[in-house]
């Protein structure tokens, strides 16, 4: 079997496998969620049903909503450094046991299916990157020369997608 994950599989990739002969076992995870939330053992690309230990909840019929989840496997926080450089544990866990995600899904019974990210952030090579943080951090950079600059996401088929700055003035 091949577990496929870290990004969205592409229709066309997947019956390319397919036609090779390969098990693909479609899943969608996160790191919070100790990685799987959903897999489809027959190589779904699309409507990917929810592993029995989940609860969650989404978006209905054409409306997308963030994805929430509650189960036993579900992290406890987020290890954040102070200022004053001491660790703390920040819980984004609400007081139901319910953690809300940065993905917009919609639900069918107990499946989901992925649609979008709800904020800035794309997938490269399996990794969230924020698009507005680098370009934050490129104008940082550009301020001393003079320059301005922007970036953008492109899908990229190997990698997920790639970062493009475009640069203005400055050396």
């Known amino acids: 079997v091949v577990f496929i994950g870290g990004g969205a ?10 036609g090779l002969g390969w ?7 996160m790191t919070e969620a100790a990685s799987q939330i959903a897999t489809s053992s027959h190589g779904e690309t699309g409507w990917l049903p ?11 019929g054409s409306r997308t909503a963030p994805l929430r989840i509650r189960g036993p496997a579900l992290f406890s926080g987020y290890a954040v450094r102070d200022p004053d450089g001491a ?6 866990v609400d007081e139901g046991g319910w953690f809300t995600t940065g993905d917009l899904c919609v639900a069918q019974e107990r499946s989901l299916r992925f649609v979008a990210r709800a904020d800035d952030t ?4 399996g990794e969230l990157v924020s698009v507005s943080r680098v370009e934050s951090e490129l104008n940082e950079d550009l301020e001393a020369v003079g320059g301005i600059g922007a970036v953008v996401a492109i899908p990229e ?3 997920g997608h790639a970062l493009v700055a475009f640069v203005e003035g400055g050396e």
């Open 23 to 29: 098990p693909l076992w479609v899943s969608y995870g």
């Open 9 to 18: 599989l592409s229709p066309s990739l997947a019956a390319r496998a397919h």
């Open 157 to 159: 088929a190997r990698r």
């Open 87 to 92: 660790w703390r544990l920040d819980n984004p």
């Open 122 to 125: 794309v997938k490269i090579l």
């Open 50 to 60: 929810v592993l029995d230990h989940w609860e969650f909840e989404a978006g209905r």
